[in-house]
């Protein structure tokens, strides 16, 4: 078997090890940036057949709460959303507290926590109450691209359009 180091090779094309997400508001990068660090993103886009898969390190409260432009939504297909403490000696301990809605009641989260969202099933708003040390956190969507219908408008909006081959 060949060694091939990083996205070489035939296969290398399915690898992400570089940032390569979709243009936000500036307004909404800006905020993000206030108490989170966006790690990688894998869509469609990325890498031709993928699902979209985001991940970020919270990095401090956010003074915020709920979170700006996190309104409640919901989504088509299925979603998984994670919270993961950074405590090596306690990896269950989240290191903070955080708040999220789910179907309309909010649940207060202080463990490392995997969350299975059924297409339909609303959620958020999010906010961050506390936090001692970072806390990763990362969303699954099973679709090309992230889409959602927002709960008080209706709306639909995607937000990385395909691009023409």
């Known amino acids: 078997m060949d060694i091939i180091m990083n996205t070489g090779g035939e296969y290398g094309k399915y690898m ?4 390569k997400a979709p243009k936000f508001s500036p307004g909404f990068e800006e905020f993000y940036n206030t108490f989170a660090r966006r790690v990688l993103w894998i869509d469609n886009n990325v890498v031709p057949g993928a699902f979209q898969f985001s991940s970020s390190w919270y990095l401090k409260a956010s003074d915020v709460r709920p979170l700006h432009k996190h309104d409640e939504h919901y989504h ?4 998984l959303i994670g919270f993961y403490g950074s405590n090596p000696d306690d990896p269950y301990d989240l290191g903070g507290v955080i708040e ?3 179907g309309g009641e909010i649940h207060r989260i202080t463990r490392s926590t995997l969350i299975f969202l059924p297409a339909g099933l609303k959620h958020l708003p999010l906010s ?6 970072p806390i990763f956190h990362f969303s699954v ?5 992230y889409s959602t219908t927002h709960t008080n408008t209706g709306e639909t909006s995607l937000l990385n359009q395909p691009r023409d081959k």
Do not use: K, S
Not at 128 to 133: M, P, W, Y
């Open 16 to 19: 992400v090890q570089d940032l």
């Open 76 to 79: 088509d297909v299925d979603e």
């Open 128 to 133: 961050i109450i506390e936090l001692h040390r």
């Open 141 to 145: 969507v099973m679709a090309p691209f």
């Open 100 to 102: 999220i809605g789910i």
